[in-house]
């Protein structure tokens, strides 16, 4: 499968140990098949052992959550803590809370974030967490028990130098605003220990929109590179209804571009005339009720249960739900529709196989771990004003993103041209991220 011998030799090592994490295999394998280039040019990368070290994660921590239910049931979930690589800053990454969740999928979203961390060009390592604790029809008070209990352990473990959360799936602003009050009642500290605040308390500016804006100022870059062309006029097909989806699609609005499809976990919705996203925000942000309640109101739209979006003819596909949520089926679905470009606000929503599949058919693929950046790049901008007891603007906060992204654009590509492979943002994205870090590792010794 690999062309050198060392990242084989590297992979199958990690495959015999780790048989039991293959979306943490895929995210590796995915990484390893794009670096070879640099592996070739850079020996000393073997020589240091940099693969073998760069796959484990620094720590791994694992604790119990005991927390008593609405009806004083005890009830015990599992945290997580995967602090991956800090060698170009303190680790870096959100926390999710889902049923689905667990180890594999926390190492594999822990791995991606120290390259995406390193493509963002500013001081940040790469971790994640979370928890298979499901927000979902629990009770506000539940909720606030539940993150005072996770972080009553995780406190320990963490510091605005040493590790930093912020939010992901199931953790939006009511539940990091929760790990902050328990984190500074324990520790009676006050610090940038987590992103995603509020602005009564530490919270950046265009924090909230970051991913999904960035995403879509990522794509806007590349469609102009790329096409010489933009989101005027296109229909965008996006995924999801949370934190990213929402924000995604707005930016692609404000851009020109006509949103026709949002979704859940339970169906997706499709108005052709255009999503209201005042009614997705009432019904996702306000009520936190279901997608399917859309159509009430809406006489141009349906709603089709159980199925992805990916079946609604678009020229822009911007998956922002989870992992693996464009198979290959959903590949040649959107490759027979005239698809034009997908870009992953997701982490990982695109598997091996959908990803070559639309490469080999000329889609121009946005890999996450650059598309999906802005994110973390404005959760580092709201540590540097932490550290520095400052509030940017609006519109200061929202510049810097716009230059992160375009940036981010260009180092990938120039990373790309440097090994004769064009102007590959896939390819580019996965060595440019590595170089990086593999740059401070080495220069830091056998650490
Ligand atoms: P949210 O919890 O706010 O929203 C997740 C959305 O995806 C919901 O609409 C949810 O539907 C849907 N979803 C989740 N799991 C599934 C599933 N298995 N099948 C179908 N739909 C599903 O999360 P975010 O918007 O924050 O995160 C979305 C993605 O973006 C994740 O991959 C995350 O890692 C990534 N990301 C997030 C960043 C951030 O800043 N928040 C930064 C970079 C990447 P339902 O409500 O029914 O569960």
Redesign the pocket.
């Known amino acids: 499968m690999f062309q050198t011998e060392y990242a084989q030799r590297v992979f199958d090592a990690l495959e015999s140990r780790s048989s039991h994490e293959p979306e943490f295999l895929q995210a590796v394998r995915e990484v390893l098949l794009s670096i070879e280039p640099v592996l070739t040019k850079h020996p000393e990368i073997e020589r240091n052992a940099i693969l073998e070290r760069i796959i484990e994660p620094d720590r791994q921590i694992k604790f119990r959550v005991s927390w008593v239910d609405d009806a004083g049931k005890v009830q015990v979930n599992r945290g997580y803590r995967f602090e991956f690589n800090s060698a170009i800053g303190p680790y870096k990454g ?1 926390l ?1 809370f ?1 049923s ?1 969740v667990n180890a594999s999928i926390l190492k594999f ?1 822990g791995f991606e974030q120290v390259f995406k961390n390193s493509l963002t060009g500013l001081w940040m390592g790469g971790g994640k967490g979370g928890s298979d604790f499901d927000p ?1 029809g629990r009770s506000e008070a539940e909720v606030m028990r539940f993150c005072q209990a996770f972080m009553t352990e995780l406190y320990r473990h963490i510091g605005p130098d040493t590790d930093v959360p ?5 953790v ?1 602003g009511r539940e990091v605003a929760y790990l902050f009050g328990q984190y500074r009642r324990l520790t009676n500290q006050f610090n940038g220990v987590i992103t995603g605040k509020g602005l009564a308390f530490g919270g950046s500016l265009v924090r909230t929109e ?2 999904g804006y960035g995403l879509c100022y990522y794509t806007q870059e590349v469609l102009r590179l790329a096409m010489n062309d933009s989101f005027d006029g296109k229909t965008v097909a996006v995924s ?6 929402i924000f995604a699609a707005e930016k692609a609005s404000q851009l020109g571009g006509k949103v026709v499809t949002m ?4 169906g997706y919705i499709h108005d052709p005339d255009g999503i209201d996203l005042n009614l997705i925000k009432e019904i ?1 942000l306000n009520r936190r009720a279901r997608i399917a309640e859309y159509i009430a109101s809406r006489p141009s739209a349906s709603f089709v249960e159980g199925h992805k979006v990916w079946e609604v003819k678009c020229d822009i596909a911007l998956p ?4 693996n ?1 464009i198979d290959q089926a959903d590949a040649t679905m959107l490759i027979a529709a005239g698809c034009k470009i997908v870009a992953e ?3 990982m ?1 695109t598997t091996p196989e959908a990803i070559d599949a639309l490469r080999a058919a000329e889609v121009v693929f946005c890999p ?1 771990k650059a598309s ?1 950046a802005g ?2 790049a404005v959760s580092g901008l709201e540590m540097a004003q932490d550290s520095a007891r400052l509030a940017w603007t609006f519109d200061e906060v929202d510049a810097k993103l716009q230059t992160i992204m375009k940036n981010i654009v260009a180092s990938t590509i120039a990373a790309s041209n440097r090994y004769g492979l064009g102007n590959d943002l896939f390819l580019g994205a996965n060595i440019a991220g590595f170089e990086r870090v593999v740059e401070a590792m080495l220069a830091q010794g056998v650490i």
């Open positions: 959100g999710r889902h689905s979203l979902h912020a939010g992901d799936i199931g939006g970051a991913t999801g209804s949370g934190n990213v989806a979704s859940d976990s339970s996702k922002c739900a989870t992992q949520e606000g997701a982490n929503p996450g999906n994110g973390v």
